[in-house]
């Protein structure tokens, strides 16, 4: 297993992170009775993910762990030797995190397929995968200014979206947009398909105003490298980092050498018998009753 990040460091290398605030984060967290115990490096990267903001924090906490309870499907059953639709997964689609930064000092990650078969494709699965790997990175890395995600789309065909169940991509939007611990700057798209525009008019009522802002559609991949190093790409792309191959084996590798942080993960559920208040479900937390069906077309 990877070792976490030394929380002191993150209070070393970022000042406008105060150890005073996680600690009042924390005390909050202690009174919350349906809560796990949470850890100051969990209350630290809640804090860094909301500006600094305690009062975002405690939502973000809030929602971190209630929709992870509320969603096993995706937060839940991380060892890929019990879990055939993981292990499946894993060699359909590699995210990677790139070395350097952007300019800015955000952090690159790269998404594409590796086998290109829409019949072995699952985008659920692929979602609960993102999640793997952006936590394992914020919790053994440690969070930088921000995110940039480059989604390659290079053999996409629209039977990959046809896969989508519309219903679960929301509760991931709603996990990522008031959720995970992380400053997502930008997501761009390159090597698009002709099929966009119908797949963003699909997506676009399950994203919010401010993350549909930060999405790039590239029609010219040149395009990216105004905001991406070309050096900080793999060499397939013409730039320095390993071949697409090597971060595909990496990025497998990962998850079964961290199973004991995602089974840590796995058991921090929030017990509603003791929430105060009226008690969260699918249907209160997501805003319909979990039964979308697959996304049917013409």
């Known amino acids: 297993m990877n070792k976490l990040i030394d929380v002191n460091k993150l209070y070393k290398e970022d000042t406008e992170l105060k150890k005073d605030d996680v600690e009042m984060l924390l005390k909050w967290s202690e009174q919350q009775r349906h809560f796990p115990k949470v850890t100051e490096l969990q209350a630290a990267l809640a804090l860094h993910s909301c500006f600094y903001s305690i009062e975002s924090a405690k939502n973000c906490l809030e929602n971190y762990f209630t929709i992870r309870t509320l969603c ?3 937060f839940s059953s991380f060892d890929p030797s019990k ?13 990677t995190f790139l070395p350097g930064t952007t300019k800015n000092g955000d952090s690159i990650a790269l998404t594409r397929l590796m086998d290109t078969n829409p019949d072995v494709y699952n985008p659920q699965v692929g979602s609960k995968m993102f999640d ?13 200014n921000g995110i940039v995600v480059v989604m390659d789309m290079k053999g996409s065909v629209f039977m990959h979206v046809t ?3 519309l219903g679960e991509f929301k509760k991931f939007m709603v996990y990522l947009q008031t959720a995970m611990p992380i400053r997502l700057k930008q997501v761009h798209f390159i ?6 525009d119908k797949l963003m008019s699909m997506l676009k ?3 919010n105003k ?7 559609i590239h029609t010219n991949n040149e395009n ?3 905001y991406v190093p070309r050096e900080a790409m793999p060499v397939e792309y013409g730039g320095k980092a390993d071949s697409v191959d090597i971060l595909f084996e990496e990025c497998k590798k990962s998850i079964y050498d961290n199973l004991e942080f995602y089974e840590m993960l796995e058991s921090q559920v929030v017990d509603e018998n003791k929430r105060v208040g009226p008690r969260k479900n699918v249907d209160n937390m997501f805003g319909f009753d979990g039964t979308f069906k697959k996304l049917e077309v013409d």
């Open 72 to 74: 096993p499907d995706y």
């Open 132 to 144: 793997m790997l952006m936590m394992l990175r914020m919790y053994t890395v440690g969070p930088t």
């Open 83 to 95: 879990n055939d639709l993981l292990k499946q997964q894993m060699n359909v689609s590699l995210l």
């Open 191 to 196: 090597n698009t398909v002709p099929f966009m």
């Open 163 to 165: 896969k989508m169940n």
């Open 205 to 207: 009522p399950f994203i």
């Open 224 to 226: 990216l490298y105004k």
């Open 210 to 216: 401010d993350m549909f802002d930060k999405i790039i």
